[in-house]
């Protein structure tokens, strides 16, 4: 597998109000087609950073491999704006017309895509019933605040993370949140990395999109600090994953499982006007 990810921001000179020249940095933005066996899958519009992962991820997430043992080599060349997955012998995606003709273009960043196979395989298992604390959900929080690395420098980046209790196992930022979900995706496959304890966290929106990802990587928490769409919420509700969103600092809204929280950590309310 290569090894090819590119520096996140650049430097550019601009203007400021006062018209003094400044330097600040802005995200990266490049094109990646994924082909298999030399077959155009998809462009994804990406930061770079991870590359080979977000490829895995995205393979993993629209379920069209199922299992890393498939994939003989994962190669990225940005001169030609690629990357290459070949699988081994025998172990080539079947039936592309079926699989990849109906495809969804879904509210992602940079318009996401959902294959009819994703669909197709989103019940085959169901999601573990987990508990978390109040007080969890608050510390995870503050813990978060040390990342955005990217963001901090240059903004127009969405972030993930895979957390284990408040512990971050992964954080990955990408000009689209489904690009950073499926890179988690990609890095989870290749370390083995279970999802049936995990917290997925966003700062993008928990869209019907985010939901199915979490499904496919089997993680029954998902935590966002911006808001949910309804088709979000209705297939959240359907896969009995847990939904918090509008969460920041010590706030935070459960759409979705309230009573697999345990309200350890409630804050006082604001005294009466």
């Not at 650049?10 to 990646?32: C, D, I, M, T, Y």
């Not at 950073?49 to 299992?67: C, F, I, K, S, V």
């Not at 990395?193 to 995990?198: L, M, Q, Y």
């Amino acid at each position: 597998m290569s090894q090819q990810g590119l520096a996140p921001t650049h430097a550019v000179k601009v203007v400021n109000q006062f018209h003094e020249q400044r330097v600040v940095h802005v995200a990266g933005e490049s094109p990646l087609t994924l082909k298999v066996n030399g077959r155009e899958l998809v462009t994804l519009m990406t930061l770079g950073t991870h590359p080979e992962e977000l490829a895995l991820g995205y393979l993993r997430n629209q379920r069209l491999l199922e299992d890393l043992s498939d994939i003989k080599s994962v190669n990225v060349d940005w001169d030609r704006e690629t990357v290459e997955v070949v699988t081994r012998p025998g172990r080539e995606i079947t039936d592309w017309e079926k699989k990849l003709g109906r495809r969804t273009v879904t509210s992602g960043c940079g318009q996401g895509t959902v294959f009819s196979c994703t669909l197709d395989k989103l019940y085959d298992a169901r999601l573990p019933q987990v508990s978390l604390k109040q007080s969890t959900i608050y510390d995870l929080l503050a813990e978060i605040t040390r990342f955005n690395e990217i963001y901090k420098r240059a903004g127009a980046v969405h972030g993930c993370a895979l957390c284990s209790g408040v512990a971050i196992l992964k954080f990955i930022e990408d000009v689209g949140r489904h690009n950073a979900a499926d890179a988690i995706s990609g890095w989870m496959w290749l370390e083995h990395v279970p999802g049936h304890d995990k917290i997925f966290y966003t700062t993008g929106r928990l869209t019907s999109e985010m939901v199915m990802k979490s499904a496919h990587m089997g993680i029954p928490v998902l935590l966002s600090r911006s808001g949910v769409t309804h088709m979000g919420l209705e297939l959240a509700r359907d896969l009995g994953i847990v939904m918090i969103a509008r969460a920041k600092g010590r706030a935070f809204l459960v759409y979705q499982g309230s009573e697999q929280i345990e309200f350890d950590a409630k804050p006082k309310h604001p005294p009466a006007s």
